[in-house]
């Protein structure tokens, strides 16, 4: 990357749960991620992984420290105010679609776009399509979400969460239900979006290959960031 924009920043990220006894699960989290990155984050069960990327994307908003994303602060906003803000910029693909079986694929991937109101229908179905063509699914556009396998689901779930063309995509274990041949074409869509679209993915993985083809990777443990490399080794 030739000129490195920081699109989400965190200064000391801490974090407690309370039940059944009060543990702090993030330990002063402080870092960057750039514009245009695909940035993984590994670490064993219990590290702390999962539930930063949920205070990264708003999710969870109980937490010490400080967040700022487009180098606006958000931490301390309003509900309402955070609801408009992951749909205008934070995508999102969890290890389970998601997708809304009765409905088709291209009426899925619509939906947050629909929600967003920014464009007609018609330009709504025309982005649709083209996040379907990205994905290479458009012959599924119209089949319902729950006639197609594993790996397409997981790509349709993709391609809504590009719908809006946020800033961010956040991931959590994207290809844990994914076998090899899917989970190749989840990471080279990811590669494209990354580099052809200047999106930044952030994901939480437990595949060590998958991460170490990512750009960089933030290894956590016991709630604090470990190592942080360009590669994971």
């Known amino acids: 990357m030739s000129e490195k924009k920081a699109i989400l920043r965190t200064e000391g990220i801490g974090k407690y749960f309370y039940t059944p006894v009060k543990f702090k699960v993030l330990d002063g ?21 999962s539930t930063l990327l949920y205070c990264l994307s708003t999710m969870d908003s109980d937490y010490e420290g400080k967040l700022y994303i487009n180098e606006e602060q958000v931490t ?31 009426k899925n991937i619509m939906l947050p776009a629909l929600k967003k109101q920014a464009y007609s229908y018609e330009e709504i179905e025309t982005r649709a399509y083209e996040k379907l063509k990205l ?13 197609l396998s594993g790996g397409q689901q997981q790509r349709v779930s993709i391609a809504r969460a590009l719908i809006n063309d946020p800033d961010i995509i956040m991931c959590d274990e994207p290809t844990g239900n994914l076998d090899s041949k899917n989970t190749q074409i989840v990471f080279d869509t990811f590669k494209k979006i990354t580099s ?7 994901a939480v993985t437990h595949d060590l290959d998958f991460a170490k ?8 443990a016991d709630g604090k960031i470990l190592t942080h490399n360009k590669t994971f080794q």
């Not at 906003?77 to 694929?105: T, V």
């Not at 052809?196 to 952030?202: A, M």
């Open 29 to 49: 989290i402080s870092f960057e991620a750039y514009k245009g990155e695909f940035l993984t984050l590994v670490g064993k069960s219990g590290s702390g992984k």
């Open 76 to 106: 301390g906003k309003k509900a309402d105010e955070l609801a408009a803000l992951r749909n205008n910029s934070i995508g999102f693909i969890f290890q389970f679609h998601y997708l809304l079986p009765e409905f088709s694929c291209l």
């Open 135 to 147: 994905l290479g699914i458009e012959d599924q556009a119209l089949k319902p979400a729950s006639k």
């Open 196 to 202: 052809e679209l200047g999106q930044t993915i952030i």
């Open 213 to 220: 083809a990512s750009d960089r990777t933030i290894e956590l």
